[in-house]
T-cell receptor
Framework: LAKTTQPISMDSYEGQEVNITCSHN???????ITWYQQFPSQGPRFIIQ???TKVTNEVASLFIPADRKSSTLSLPRVSLSDTAVYYC????????????FGTGTRLQVFP | DAGVTQSPTHLIKTRGQQVTLRCSPI?????VSWYQQVLGQGPQFIFQ???????GRGNFPDRFSARQFPNYSSELNVNALLLGDSALYLC???????????????FGQGTRLTVV
């Protein structure tokens, strides 16, 4: 399974756009890119998943360049409630039977 | 619709005891996975069950076991508890046992296990 690298922490202010980039140089052809959000003492929450180009839903956008060796989660106009740990995962091919979490990016949003 | 439910929410056990954690997946989801999360780390995969059969096992000792019932609910058992087993135990359900419908998983709130 492809290893992912993402910043340990990021700070932002309310109302700003936050972009968290994840590197996955060894991504396989059939791998998807998935992002989760986790608040303290809660289970991770699925945010968004994509394979290539751009995916957008009601909470975030996911940008994936053509080589797929990285991806960027974009959170528009963050609020204090977006303070959480964000995990980038790579997998989802036919042989994927588990989620591999790294240490994630701890996002702190200030007023 | 009800999400993934886990019970109990908190548990305190003594070293050497045994514990059973329970999980009910989202209706229609056939895959249930278990994860262990210690403070400051990401969740670590323990087991996946799909259609009542073990589909995957993580790097955990044989003290950890699980099963899935005909209604797709699941139990995680841990025997001979050690202090190091103290963690948040998470259950995740997904539509499929592999592929993108597996990686789009829904987690419960977890069971906080403290071993003293």
């Amino acid at each position: 399974l492809a290893k992912t690298t993402q910043p340990i922490s990021m700070d932002s202010y309310e109302g700003q756009e936050v972009n968290i980039t994840c590197s996955h140089n060894n991504i396989a052809t059939n791998d998807y890119i998935t992002w989760y959000q986790q608040f303290p003492s809660q289970g991770p929450r699925f945010i968004i998943q994509g394979y290539k180009t751009k995916v957008t839903n009601e909470v975030a956008s996911l940008f994936i360049p053509a080589d797929r060796k990285s991806s960027t989660l974009s959170l528009p106009r963050v609020s204090l409630s977006d303070t959480a740990v964000y995990y980038c995962l790579v997998g989802g091919g036919a042989d994927t039977d588990k989620l591999i979490f790294g240490t994630g990016t701890r996002l702190q949003v200030f007023p | 619709d009800a999400g993934v439910t886990q019970s109990p929410t908190h548990l305190i056990k003594t070293r050497g005891q045994q514990v059973t954690l329970r999980c009910s997946p989202i209706s229609g989801h056939k895959s249930v996975s278990w994860y262990q999360q210690v403070l400051g780390q990401g969740p670590q995969f323990i087991f996946q069950y799909y259609e009542k059969e073990e589909r995957g096992r993580g790097n955990f000792p044989d003290r950890f076991s699980a099963r899935q019932f005909p209604n797709y609910s699941s139990e995680l058992n841990v025997n001979a508890l050690l202090l190091g087993d103290s963690a948040l135990y998470l259950c995740a359900s997904s539509l499929e046992g592999q592929g993108p419908k597996h990686t789009e998983a829904f987690f419960g709130q977890g069971t906080r296990l403290t071993v003293v």
